[in-house]
C-alpha cells in the first residue's frame, strides 16, 4: 500500500473505531429525550432503566466507556457490581474520552442541569427460572406442586392488591390530585399537577425509587425541604424519581411552569 494511500485511510479508521459520531449519538440521546423523561423501560437482560434528561451528577467517580446506545450503557452499568448509576452524553467529546457512556462508582446525591446529557437510574429483576431450562421438571406429581405453588402466591398477590388499593386511599395520582391539600405528620403540601419553574436546578436530595407519597415524606424528613417533585406520569403505588428543593427566588411556593412532573410544596 502507498504512504499516501494509508494516510488517507487514517481518519476512516479512526472514525471507525472510535464508536459513534457526535451525530449519532445525540440521534441516540433524542429517542430518549425529552419523551421519555421520568419514565423506565426495559432495557433487556432483566435491567429496567429510568431517564433523568438534561442532569448529570454534580460530582463522583467515574469511568467513560464505549456503548452502543443509552439502554446498553444503563446495562453495562447494571453488570457491574460497583455502578451506581450512568449517563449518556449527545455531545462531542473531548480527546481524552473514548465513548459515550459514563459509568458513576459513587456520586452526588445533588444533580445538575446539563443538556443533551440523560442521566440514567436502573433496577435488575431476577431471573425467576435462572439457568434451568425445564423449571417444573418432568415429572407429573412436580408439576403439580408447582402449580399448587402458583396458585397460592396468585392468592397472596390478589391479597397484597387489596391492601396496596386500600393504603392508597389516602396517597394521590395526577391529575386527580391537582391543587388538592395532604398533611403529612403535621406538615401540610398542595400538589400541583404538571407545573415546575426550575427544571434541572439543585436538590437537596434526590432519590431513584420512591412513590410520590414516599417522594412527599421524604420531603418532611429532610430539613429545609419545601417542595417534593416527581414525573407526572408516574401511578400512585408506582416508584420513580423524587427531588427534593427548598424554594427558590425563580422557584416559589405556586408553580406557573407546564412541565412533565408534578411536585407538593409545603404551605
Avoid at 431517564?51 to 452499568?77: F, W
Avoid at 394521590?172 to 391537582?178: E, I, K, M
Avoid at 420531603?219 to 428543593?245: E, F, H, M, V, Y
Wanted: glycine content about 6%; aromatic content about 8%.
Amino acid at each position: 500500500m502507498h504512504l499516501q494511500t494509508l494516510v488517507s485511510f487514517l481518519p476512516l479508521l479512526a472514525s471507525l473505531t472510535a464508536g459513534q459520531t457526535t451525530d449519532q449519538a445525540h440521534s441516540l440521546y433524542k429517542d430518549a429525550c425529552p419523551q421519555k423523561d421520568g419514565q423506565e423501560e426495559n432495557a433487556g437482560n432483566n435491567v429496567y432503566v429510568t431517564y433523568h434528561c438534561d442532569q448529570r451528577p454534580s460530582s463522583g467517580k467515574s469511568t467513560v466507556v464505549q456503548a452502543e446506545n443509552p439502554r446498553h450503557c444503563a446495562r453495562i452499568c447494571a453488570s457491574q457490581s460497583n455502578c451506581e448509576s450512568s449517563t449518556w452524553s449527545g455531545k462531542k467529546l473531548r480527546s481524552q474520552y473514548n465513548g459515550h457512556c459514563v459509568l458513576y462508582q459513587t456520586h452526588s446525591n445533588i444533580l445538575k442541569h446539563d443538556s443533551d446529557v440523560v442521566y440514567m437510574t436502573h433496577r435488575v429483576e431476577d431471573d425467576p427460572f435462572g439457568d434451568d431450562d425445564d423449571p417444573f421438571g418432568s415429572d407429573c406429581q412436580d408439576e403439580r406442586s408447582h402449580i399448587n405453588n402458583l396458585e397460592e402466591n396468585i392468592k397472596d398477590l390478589k391479597h397484597e392488591l387489596a391492601e396496596c388499593k386500600k393504603d392508597c386511599s389516602g396517597c394521590f395520582q395526577c391529575p386527580d390530585y391537582n391543587r388538592r391539600l395532604y398533611n403529612d405528620r403535621g406538615h401540610t403540601y398542595k400538589v400541583y399537577c404538571g407545573k415546575l419553574d426550575d427544571h434541572g436546578a439543585a436538590n437537596l436530595n434526590f432519590y431513584g425509587a420512591k412513590t410520590p407519597k414516599e417522594c412527599v415524606e421524604a420531603c418532611t424528613d429532610t430539613q429545609d425541604c419545601t417542595r417534593a417533585i416527581w414525573p407526572t406520569a408516574l401511578a400512585s403505588n408506582a416508584k420513580g424519581g423524587c427531588w427534593l428543593r427548598e424554594y427558590t427566588d425563580k422557584a416559589g411556593p405556586v408553580p406557573k411552569t407546564d412541565s412533565v412532573y408534578s411536585s407538593a410544596h409545603l404551605q
